[in-house]
T-cell receptor
Framework: NAGVTQTPKFQVLKTGQSMTLQCAQD?????MYWYRQDPGMGLRLIYY???????DKGEVPNGYNVSRLNKREFSLRLESAAPSQTSVYFC????????????FGPGTRLTVL | KNQVEQSPQSLIILEGKNCTLQ??????????LRWYKQDTGRGPVSLTI?????NTKSNGRYTATLDADTKQSSLHITASQLSDSASYIC????????????FGSGTRLSIRP
């Protein structure tokens, strides 16, 4: 029972490159989330998915796209990376949207040069 | 504007001592408030959850309080241990679209032997 897994753990990109961050959960949760965490700031919600087949924008969606591939998997794509997207990215999942405890993955540390 | 503010930003105490962390929020209408613990390099883990009608919630050596009238919460840690060294994050969920979930920037707690 792995909980929430994320790949990769670390990534360095050049400005303009694209990449996809992968997230999977094995807790049969309906809701999944993507956050970014920057120094001195709270986690900020990028996108979320209330259930399989639905996605919605969070607080800071610009420059990102998401796919809820199935109930288990929720990916985050950066089409054209920018230095402002240098951050630590966390995926999370929960039963009910927002009201239930969220379980977080270990994070992906992304640097955009 | 919906905000969650935590104080202090950082705190150093000796092992065995008690401490109290503060959280003030302006989220309205309010659904629930959680405290998360985030170890360095890992994702946050939920410690407690409190709804509007709850005043106190304990989880081992962690006790959270909530005053919904003044929109303040505190997390009290008793008999601190070295493993308590972490960031503690206050997270408030609201009912409106602008306040789905808001994270405080955290208090960085260091326990010294």
């Amino acid at each position: 029972n792995a909980g929430v897994t994320q790949t990769p753990k670390f990534q360095v990109l050049k400005t303009g490159q694209s990449m996809t961050l992968q997230c999977a959960q094995d807790m049969n949760h309906n809701s999944m989330y993507w956050y970014r965490q920057d120094p001195g700031m709270g986690l900020r919600l990028i996108y979320y998915s209330a259930s399989e087949g639905t996605t919605d924008k969070g607080e800071v969606p610009n420059g990102y796209n998401v796919s809820r591939l199935n109930k288990r998997e929720f990916s985050l794509r950066l089409e054209s990376a920018a230095p402002s997207q240098t951050s630590v990215y966390f995926c999370a999942s929960s039963g009910q949207l927002f009201s239930d405890e969220q379980f977080f993955g270990p994070g992906t540390r992304l640097t955009v040069l | 504007k919906n905000q969650v503010e935590q104080s202090p930003q950082s705190l150093i105490i000796l092992e065995g001592k008690n401490c109290t962390l503060q959280c003030n929020y302006t989220v309205s209408p309010f659904s629930n408030l959680r405290w998360y613990k985030q170890d360095t390099g890992r994702g946050p883990v939920s410690l407690t959850i409190m709804t509007f009608s709850e005043n106190t919630k304990s989880n081992g050596r962690y006790t959270a309080t909530l005053d919904a009238d003044t929109k303040q919460s505190s997390l009290h840690i008793t008999a601190s241990q070295l493993s308590d060294s972490a960031s503690y994050i206050c997270v408030v969920s609201g009912y409106s679209s602008a306040s789905k979930i808001i994270f405080g920037s955290g208090t960085r707690l260091s326990i010294r032997p």
